[in-house]
């Protein structure tokens, strides 16, 4: 089945910890998008790549990091830095990114204890 | 800077009822403006995506239109049911550069009650 994949669905990190999300698609896309969601708001982007071994900042990047070695993956790094991560984190693809509809993966909630 | 406003926050309706879901923006030069369904706990799921250059789109039930002069969508739901409970979210993607990045909406949480 062709899809997007997040893990783990619910993810639970001690203060001063760095956690990693996974983002996984084989829908063959060239772009993949980070967000973060928090309650009673919209979806906010943190950080997003248009190639593989190329990424930018969004709008709220401070404290998180990200790579791109494959074109099926974008991992997500929260780090200690993140003052507050608690949130459900979405990530999103596109086969090219300026044109063509995101598709969702199932998100991940990071909770920080 | 692109603002992407949905009111009301919150819709309660009888099962059966017509009803009208509002979206905002406040820079007109959009691309794009889509309407999305998410369900408690999960991920997006695209309903309809209306090009800078059209009107309206239709999907079953489901009518979204674009008046980009005075910056509003509205997704309207056709003969309600209990399974069209979710939160609905519009997104506008602005024709600046060529990131593809999209501007959310808060959301309506639509409740339709049997």
């Known amino acids: 089945d062709g899809g997007i994949t997040q893990s783990p669905k619910y993810l639970f990190r001690k203060e001063g910890q760095n956690v990693t999300l996974s983002c996984e698609q084989n829908?063959?896309?060239?772009?993949m998008y980070w967000y973060r969601q928090d309650p009673g708001q919209g979806l906010r982007l943190i950080y997003y790549?248009?190639?593989?071994?190329?990424?930018q900042k969004g709008d709220i990047a401070e404290g998180y990091s990200v790579s791109r070695e494959k074109k099926e993956s974008f991992p997500l790094t929260v780090t200690s830095a993140q003052k507050n991560p608690t949130a459900f984190y979405l990530c999103?693809?596109?086969?090219?990114?300026?044109?063509?509809?995101?598709?969702f993966g199932p998100g991940t909630r990071l909770t920080v204890l | 800077k692109q603002e992407v406003t949905q009111i009301p926050a919150a819709l309660s309706v009888p099962e059966g009822e017509n009803l009208v879901l509002n979206c905002s923006f406040t820079?007109?030069?959009?691309?794009?403006l889509q309407w999305f369904r998410q369900d408690p706990g999960k991920g997006l799921t695209s309903l309809l995506l209306?090009?800078?250059?059209?009107r309206e789109q239709t999907s079953g039930r489901l009518n979204a239109s674009l008046d980009k002069s005075s910056g509003r969508s509205t997704l309207y739901i056709a003969a309600s049911q209990p399974g069209d409970s979710a939160t609905y979210l519009c997104?506008?993607?602005?024709?600046?550069?060529?990131?593809?990045?999209?501007?959310f909406g808060q959301g309506t949480t639509l409740q339709v009650k049997p």
């Open positions: 999103a693809s596109a086969l090219q990114g300026s044109l063509d509809t995101q598709y």
């Open positions: 997104a506008v993607k602005g024709n600046s550069g060529n990131t593809g990045k999209l501007i």
């Open positions: 820079d007109s030069a959009i691309y794009n």
């Open positions: 829908l063959n896309h060239d772009a």
């Open positions: 790549s248009q190639i593989v071994n190329d990424f």
């Open positions: 209306i090009q800078s250059s059209q």
